[in-house]
């Protein structure tokens, strides 16, 4: 194990420096797919599932359109930012920090962190479930005693790996993406070019027949059926951030070419991965396959060796995918102990440059959280939602700091992008999070805020050790925060209580 910097004097060096914790820069090609590979994890291989369980596939269609649309106007956002903040770096927490002040930079921060812990405990999940394929029923459902202890091992493996240096694990990450491109094109041309029935694809369109030989029922109003489908293409979609995350790491340029090719490559893939199987089975069966369904798909055309071929692309994703997020996890504490945002123990950085400190933190909460998954009937779906909600008030805060740069004549005039797109851009994409917030339910918002309020004692830590000048909270802050608090409890009640069961249920 490589040791860390004990001297505050060094970290602070460093970040008045502003210098990367791993001082190689990364280029075009892996930071792209460092992008796409935050983004395609192993929730791609399920898709089909997911999306038929409650929607038909007009409503899909329909979801990915609204899904597309919104990314790409925070993809947009994210580029422009990029452009007139380049001294922003890791700007996902930094844009709502000047925007918004430094307790909203703080929830922020606090919440994308803890989002990408959440997400990589489902990571560990999934990839549980994935191997239960080949060793059952030892992994089933992720949540095992010997799912968590193999989990766990990867976790700290992971750990250990990343501390080594970042660019080492990014070439890792470029073999892996590579590699798992090829089970997806393959599930992609033999499902829709070898298999397709165009009869079957338009069967049911709108989610609206009965059909009891095929599984088909009423769905619901459209509304309802889109919907039903928005956390799923948020989680598919979080990620489209990193190359901004890393982006220290890499010149403004980069950055913005990356987010962009990163999101056109995710979005045709999603697309074509959810579709596709309407043309080989119906909603229904679609709806009750059991995951990953690309594989039980892909068995049911080619025979058994489409099911390990897609199950063994499914644990390379993860992993791929795993490690990106392991990055991100360590990146983001470190960028913002540099500013005062985090208490200054997370800025320590090993021999390698790695955010040593808050990477030991980040997979110490992520062991603890994958202790608590041993307790849950649906630990997937728990991840997944948890991590959707505490990530949405990370894009709404820096498509609306976008928005603030605008309304206050700030937008400089050397921008390559013009103010009224930029503008456009940011609203819609301000828009779009609101939507999510509206799609996701007002039960995993009180949920968020239990996360929320749980930081409220590391800000005060942060703020104690910066300057003695200002006042830990403003007026406005103590507002926000005794609202939190108000709202955490009466989330913490409602789950004691068992009055939010979709949330979580032991």
């Known amino acids: 194990m490589a040791t860390t910097k004990s001297s505050s004097n060094s970290a602070s ?31 791609v291989f399920n898709i089909p599932q997911n999306m038929a369980q409650s929607a038909g596939l007009g409503a899909i269609l329909i979801a990915w359109i609204v899904s597309g649309l919104g990314i ?7 580029q422009v930012l990029a452009d007139i903040r380049p001294e922003m770096t ?18 922020i921060a606090w919440g994308y962190w803890l989002s990408v812990v959440f997400g990589n405990v489902g990571y560990a999940v999934l990839l549980m479930d994935a191997l239960n394929y080949f060793f059952p029923p030892y992994f089933q459902g992720g949540n095992t005693w010997q799912a968590i202890v193999v989990a766990s091992a990867v976790i700290w493996g992971m750990c250990l790996l990343v501390m ?7 070439v890792l990450n470029n073999i892996g993406t590579i590699a798992k491109f090829v089970p997806v094109t393959l599930f992609i041309m033999m499902v829709g070019y070898f298999s397709f029935r165009t009869e079957l694809f338009t069967s049911d369109f709108w989610g609206d027949v009965t059909n009891r030989q095929l599984h088909d029922k009423p769905l619901g109003s459209l509304l309802d059926q889109v919907k039903s489908t928005m956390l799923v293409t948020l989680w598919m979609y979080i990620g489209i951030e990193s190359a901004v995350v890393m982006s220290d790491k ?34 229904g069966e679609l709806a009750h396959i059991a995951p990953p369904s690309t594989a039980a798909i892909l068995g049911k055309l080619v025979g058994l060796w489409g099911e390990v071929f897609i ?99 700030q937008y400089p005039e050397t921008a390559k992008i013009g103010k ?33 309020a749980i930081g409220l004692p590391v800000f005060i830590w942060a703020r104690r050790e910066g300057t003695h000048q200002e006042a830990t909270f403003t007026r406005i802050e103590l507002v926000v925060a005794a609202a939190l608090l108000a709202l955490a409890a009466l989330a913490i009640w409602m789950l004691l209580d068992g009055r939010l069961p979709q949330v979580y249920a032991a």
Request: with cysteine.
């Open 311 to 409: 199950n063994l692309g499914v644990i390379i994703a993860l992993l791929s995918s795993w490690l990106v997020w392991t990055l991100l996890v360590a990146q983001l504490p470190w960028a913002c102990a540099k500013d005062g945002t985090f208490p200054k123990v997370f800025a320590k950085t090993n021999q390698a440059g790695v955010a040593s400190a808050s990477l030991w933190v980040s997979t110490i909460i992520m062991q603890a959280a994958m202790i608590l998954v041993y307790f849950s009937n649906n630990a997937w779906n728990v991840m997944l939602s948890i991590t959707g909600v505490v990530v949405l008030p990370a894009y709404i805060g820096s498509a609306a700091f976008l928005w603030k740069v605008m309304w206050t004549g």
């Open 90 to 107: 890791s700007g996902i927490y930094m844009y709502s920090r000047a925007g918004f002040g430094k307790l909203t930079g703080f929830l």
């Open 250 to 283: 890499a010149d403004a340029a980069t950055v913005s070419r990356a987010t962009l090719l990163g999101y056109l490559v995710a979005t045709g893939l999603f697309v074509l991965v959810s579709i596709v199987p309407f043309g080989v089975l119906s909603q």
């Open 420 to 452: 009224t797109t930029a503008l456009t851009v940011s609203v819609l994409a301000t828009l779009y999070g609101l939507w999510l917030v509206f799609a996701a339910g007002l039960q995993f918002m009180l949920v968020g805020a239990v996360i929320y």
């Open 13 to 43: 060096a460093t970040a008045a420096a502003g210098a990367s914790p791993a001082g190689k820069k990364l280029g075009l090609f892996a930071m792209t797919l460092i992008v796409v590979s935050a983004m395609f994890g192993g929730g």
């Open 72 to 78: 790409f106007f925070l993809a947009r956002s994210f």
């Open 164 to 170: 080594r240096g970042v660019n080492g694990a990014a």
